[in-house]
């Protein structure tokens, strides 16, 4: 699996709309996507109590899919409407990442683990394969 | 929910033991925040064939907790045990991003959306607060 972080760097005055990208950016990105979008995750970056930036990045998102390839050809078709919608909600550019999931969830992995007993191994072979931790 | 985002800048030539930091020094973090820590992610930023970085980070890990007062009392006493520890993976310099979680995982919004009809809401009213989705 792979995470395609998008991370609009904070500067003073940057402009962002954070309900915008809630709520029509990322559900644009993911009509367009649809399946190979596994899902995606916000960030919004916090500031102090004058409004001022504590953190580097004024918001990110991450797109989780099963490859680069999956990403490439479901993206690439949509990147320009994607990107004409930019201007909407921020004045930003955007820096982009493309990372190899090590570790998805810390948590699902203990769960899985303690699925995959030997007992739980023997009876898997008995009867097929078995669906993946939810 | 909040995230702390730990991001290893990349460089030419930057040490980064991929290895170390998924099995010993998350595992080190996890061990010291116990329950503070939801749940952790770890990103390998990907390279080319050449092993020349894509990605402006080497690698990035997100910690998941309740609130910035969780974070902060529960890897707090342990801050300075936790950064002696950093030279045994790399001799890059991390940069630290914390975050509101605006949407977790849009996968599980929908899902849990799905679970929240008319008709369970009503169900629920009358057998008491259920339990959140999973």
Do not use: W
């Amino acid at each position: 699996m792979i995470k395609v972080s998008v991370m609009y760097p904070n500067k003073p005055g940057v402009r962002f709309d954070h309900e915008y990208y809630r709520t029509k950016h990322l559900p644009l990105i993911k009509s367009r996507m649809r399946a190979a979008l596994k899902y995606y995750t916000i960030d919004k970056g916090l500031a102090d109590r004058e409004g001022m930036p504590l953190s580097p990045y004024v918001a990110m998102c991450h797109l989780l899919c099963d490859s680069v390839e999956e990403y490439q050809s479901s993206f690439g078709p949509h990147a320009k409407e994607i990107r004409e919608d930019i201007p909407n909600f921020t004045d930003a550019t955007s820096i982009h990442q493309i990372s190899e999931v090590v570790v998805e969830n810390s948590a699902k992995v203990e769960t899985a683990a303690l699925q995959r007993s030997p007992i739980d191994r023997v009876r898997r072979h008995k009867t097929g394969p078995r669906r993946s931790a939810p």
